[in-house]
């Protein structure tokens, strides 16, 4: 008998607002300096030690490229885009159907798959029942408006949840796994 090993986890890890923004309108993302404390990561860096590949979408990666940083540039990437684009390295602009890519991957060997966000891919993620787990930091902070992380769409998702930290600065961290579409 062969052993099969356990197959790749598709976990969303992503920080919102108390009442569910990921940014604001204009796609500020001040608020999340409320909780900045030195030294002090969220547990970010073992998470990101655990994946190997990053799903992301092409709005979240031009926002961080104009923030001055180049997006996991260590991993294999691969940005969700309607405009069809050459590799870039790691970089893998693709433009397919989401299940097409994550039945892709799950075929591969490898590490944990981290989905990035913004909300249109985690939204898309979640409407299609593609995630395994989601990781969300909620910010103590109430924007009151801006880009929501669920939406409107996803009714009737079924979370357990695993494991729920909180730490000084207030942030809270839910650690959930995803069961099924009720």
């Excluded at 299940?99 to 798959?113: A, P, S, T």
Aim: proline letters at 3%.
């Amino acid at each position: 008998m062969t052993h099969q090993p356990n197959p790749r986890k598709f976990i969303l890890y992503i920080a919102m607002s108390l009442d569910g923004f990921i940014a604001t309108k204009d796609d500020d993302l001040t608020f999340l300096n409320v909780v900045e404390k030195e030294g002090e990561d969220y547990g970010y860096t073992a998470f990101y030690e655990s994946v190997d590949t990053v799903i992301l979408g092409r709005r979240t990666y031009e926002k961080v490229i104009s923030m001055g940083f180049k997006p996991h540039e260590d991993k294999e990437t691969w940005i969700i885009t309607q405009r069809p684009e050459p590799d870039k390295g790691r970089h893998h602009f693709y433009t397919g159907n989401l299940k097409g890519l994550v039945h892709k991957l799950r075929e591969e060997e490898g590490k944990y798959v981290f989905v990035d966000g913004g909300a249109y891919v985690a939204q898309a993620f979640l409407n299609e029942n593609l995630l395994d787990e989601i990781i969300v930091s909620i910010i103590p902070v109430l924007l009151g408006d801006g880009i929501s992380l669920f939406g409107n769409e996803n009714k009737g998702l079924k979370l357990q949840l695993l494991e729920t930290k909180s730490f000084e600065k207030g942030l809270v961290q839910l650690h959930y796994r995803v069961d099924q579409k009720l």
